[in-house]
């Protein structure tokens, strides 16, 4: 047990740093991170968490599909879901509160582990200046200010980039044993939910993989490196079908989404705003977490004496945090302007600041460094002085911290944000099985979530194009380009349209200002609220007159037939309907039309049509009439496919590194090298027999 107390030790640490960090939440069982009206955890994560743990309780099968926001959006290709990202899957054993305390404990935990383990591989530090190093990263301010207003998938893709630059280093120097671990690194990065902080992520891992195998190349010769190289390349392969299941729908998303239209950001923070911030954490407020530069003063002093007292071990690292910043300064920065003419879609992302993650990393490493110089300082005079002040220094940089993390954590009460407001039970009492249209997104769609309501407005930052388009007709607004909000605005004279928003099945609207059109009947008033009945309200399905040629008529020349249509079925990825009609027509159902969705009429697939661009038209002859519209997306299956084809490549490769290890397969002949460099200077990167050579920077005796 004596082998394992310390590394026990260093994690129970780590784990009290997590706590602290969300004080009072550990002790307080209404308190968490985030929990206020305007948060993307509260907005997005949250209601997203409960259809998935409601659905599966209930139907027993993963929800593809979102009803409740936004007109419909695919679940699955959701980031901000995370649906197949397996700490997700937590939220099946713990009540919601408990389910998101618990992500974002692990997470900082896990995020101070690969850290420490980075220092104490990599750089060759102590346990107590690696410790250093681990709790600098784990409670970063900018991380946490980004948590405080609700970043989930962000959290959990950043506290990935430690293990993913330890994976990358370890493959380089042994590829055959951590080619896997890289592999499941990358996996869970993508998988994690946020493609910008993937993004960034990859770009850190090409940079290490890139300076170390410069490095092995250097040292061991052409041909070790070139073997590093195509196992770099297969893992990251492997890792990329491992996360088919996410992958392939998400960019089937992007296709359909605003996000395809034009996105040119621009953002910039001058140099002399930026030095400023790394010194001084911006006061609390909206969008702190954009501008939140600081590592925290006593990082960034350890991390200034570590350049400074370990020159030859830092000067690298420390160049790479400079080219991040002047990455992170955007359109303020000439380097920004050659790196995204010369990196495919680097300037198609919000918060251009965010890539300052990396930056922080290596601060953090550069503390650790710091400490480690004057722990070993003092260990010439006593083991006892250098112990006490690796305990100091940690004590210094964790008190440090979490003081400065508490004032944007934004820790708030989960029952005043789980509790449905009386506009919105009102309603829910007058809407039925129709949807809602709140001008001001005046009910939250954690509530929708919650009470099931179809809210025909709603938040999301891959919203589907052609719904967007066709509401801002409806809303009688004008929004162009990229938009993550229905209504994108609000004012005095915007009207909605009653007719277009019940060809929607929009039965109730919801404003706080008062609405003058004699389709809309004002049904009640709550605390200044007003809530409308649409008498154009068609239903969840109409029957429309075909055309001159009798083709699907357009949204000017429409006519509607009579027809008895009667709801059999509604649920998040299936409705079905009956139809009677004395004669044929277009039968509409008021619901995005979307890749995945597919028509069974009478039990015969049939091709589905786009009414208005955005509703699902189905051809109907007379008479008596069953159908089934159900999502069953391929991009799912095929993201399956490719995922478990990549599980298996994965479990071969293990399997034949262990055949490996125990020399049930040749190993492969070893050609000498000549000598790049003269003996003294030699220090290779790993020895004949695969066992790790000395750590970066650690002279050779």
């Known amino acids: 047990m004596q082998g394992w107390l310390p590394g026990i030790g260093q994690a129970a640490l780590l784990l009290g740093v997590a706590l602290a960090i969300q004080w009072p939440a550990p002790v307080n069982g209404d308190q968490l991170v985030a929990a206020w009206r305007g948060s993307d955890l509260v907005v997005s994560h949250w209601p997203m968490a409960l259809e998935l743990q409601r659905t599966v309780a209930q139907a027993h099968r993963l929800p593809l599909w979102n009803p409740y926001f936004g007109g419909g959006l695919p ?3 959701d980031p901000l879901a995370a649906l197949f990202y397996p700490p997700t899957q937590l939220v099946h054993f713990f009540s919601l509160r408990d389910y998101f305390f618990v992500l ?35 409670a970063t301010p900018r991380l946490i200010s980004h948590l405080g207003a609700g970043h989930v998938t962000i959290m959990q893709a950043v506290c990935w980039y430690p293990w993913l630059a330890l994976a990358t280093w370890a493959s380089v120097r042994q590829p055959l044993r951590w080619g896997p671990a890289l592999a499941l690194c990358l996996a869970m990065l993508l998988l994690a939910g946020h493609p910008q902080m993937a993004y960034y992520g990859l770009l850190m891992m090409a940079a290490v993989a890139v300076c170390f195998l410069l490095r092995r190349w250097w040292y061991d010769g052409w041909r070790p490196a070139l073997l590093s190289s195509l196992c770099l390349l ?13 992958l392939l ?28 911030a790394l010194v001084s954490e911006p006061p609390p407020g909206w969008l702190t977490w954009e501008g939140m530069v600081a590592p925290g003063l006593s990082v960034l002093c350890l991390a200034v004496f570590g350049i400074a007292s370990r020159v030859r071990k830092a000067w690298l690292l420390a160049l790479g945090i400079v080219l991040v910043a002047s990455l992170a300064m955007g359109q303020s920065s000439k380097v920004y302007h050659v790196v995204q003419h010369w990196l495919p879609d680097f300037d198609r992302f919000r918060g251009l600041a965010r890539i300052w993650f990396l930056g922080l990393l290596g601060i953090a490493l550069l503390a650790g460094l710091g400490a480690g110089t004057l722990t070993q300082s003092l260990q010439r005079l006593s083991r006892a002085a250098s112990l006490a002040m690796g305990l100091l220094l940690v004590a210094l940089v964790a008190t440090n911290l979490v003081l400065v993390d508490q004032h944007y954590s934004q820790v708030g009460s989960v029952r005043l944000i789980t509790m449905p407001s009386p506009i919105a039970l009102a309603a829910q009492r007058l809407a039925g099985d129709g949807r809602i249209y709140s001008v001001q997104q005046n009910i939250p769609q954690l509530t929708a979530a919650e009470l099931e309501l179809r809210l025909a407005d709603g938040s999301d930052p891959l919203l589907v194009g052609a719904y967007v388009q066709y509401m801002d007709r409806a809303g009688g607004y004008y929004g162009t380009g990229y938009q993550q909000h229905i209504p994108a605005s609000d004012a005095p004279w915007f009207r909605p349209d009653p007719r277009l928003l019940g060809l929607l099945h929009v039965t109730v609207l919801v404003s706080s200002r008062p609405l003058h059109d004699s389709h809309l009947l004002l049904a009640d008033k709550i605390d200044g609220t007003y809530l409308y009945r649409n008498t154009l309200d068609a239903g969840p399905a109409y029957l429309l007159s075909p055309g001159a040629s009798g083709q699907l ?53 049939v091709p589905v049509q786009t009414f ?46 262990q055949l490996y290890r125990r020399g049930r397969l040749p190993l492969p002949h070893r050609h000498p090298e000549s000598p790049r460099v003269t003996p003294e200077r030699a220090q290779p990167l790993s020895t004949p027999t695969g066992e790790m050579a000395a750590p970066l920077g650690q002279e050779r005796r």
């Open 75 to 77: 679940l699955g290709a």
């Open 104 to 138: 974002m404990t692990l997470h900082f935990w896990w995020a101070g582990l690969g850290t420490l383990l980075l220092a104490r591989r990599v750089l060759a530090l102590p346990r107590w200046p690696a410790l250093v190093a681990a709790v600098a990263y784990m």
């Open 234 to 246: 297969l893992a990251g392969g492997l890792g990329t079908l491992l996360a088919g299941i996410h």
């Open 249 to 276: 729908p998400l960019l089937e998303l992007m296709r359909y989404s605003t996000r395809a239209y034009a996105l040119h950001p621009k953002d910039q923070i001058t140099l002399t705003q930026f030095l400023h």
């Open 553 to 605: 008529p357009t949204l000017a020349t429409y006519r509607r037939l009579p027809a008895t249509i009667k709801l059999l079925r509604l649920q998040d990825d299936e409705q079905s309907f009956e139809a009677r009609s004395a004669s044929g027509g277009y039968l509409v159902l008021a619901t995005t039309a979307y890749p995945g969705w597919i028509a069974v009429l009478d039990g015969q697939r």
């Open 612 to 657: 208005a661009g955005l509703m699902p038209a189905i051809r109907v002859g007379a008479g008596r009439h069953t159908l089934s519209y159900l999502y069953r997306p391929a991009s799912v299956a095929r993201g399956a496919a490719l995922s478990a084809f990549g599980l298996l490549l994965l479990l071969l490769w293990l399997a034949g590194w």
